[in-house]
């Protein structure tokens, strides 16, 4: 049974299944914090389709996992989620750093 153990634990670690979960966690976490930022910047647009600073600013500091806290909107505003830096436009876009 050691041997069976051992040589299947070894056939796991040689195909790098290990790393691809690892990356694929990885992948993950960054589109959810991903999401989040568009999230918030979707729902701060006015009635006349432009992008509210206050409403984004609102919104951007109720997302659980910035910091820090967004103080002052300017463009391009650069804002941290879960780790992963993030660029948002005037115009709405969001750009990974």
């Known amino acids: 049974m050691l041997i069976l153990a051992g040589i299947s634990i070894q ?19 960054y ?13 701060s647009y006015d009635e006349n389709v432009s992008l509210n600073k206050e409403e984004l600013k609102k919104n951007l ?9 967004v103080t002052d909107i300017t463009w391009d505003l650069k804002v941290i989620v879960d780790g992963y830096e993030f660029t948002i436009t005037e115009y709405g876009s969001v750009i990974s750093v």
């Open 11 to 29: 056939a796991i670690t040689g195909t790098g299944l290990f790393e691809k979960t690892k990356q694929a966690t990885e992948e993950s976490k």
């Open 61 to 69: 500091n109720n997302v659980k996992g910035i910091n820090p806290k």
């Open 31 to 43: 589109a959810t914090a991903e999401e989040k930022v568009k999230a918030a910047v979707m729902a």
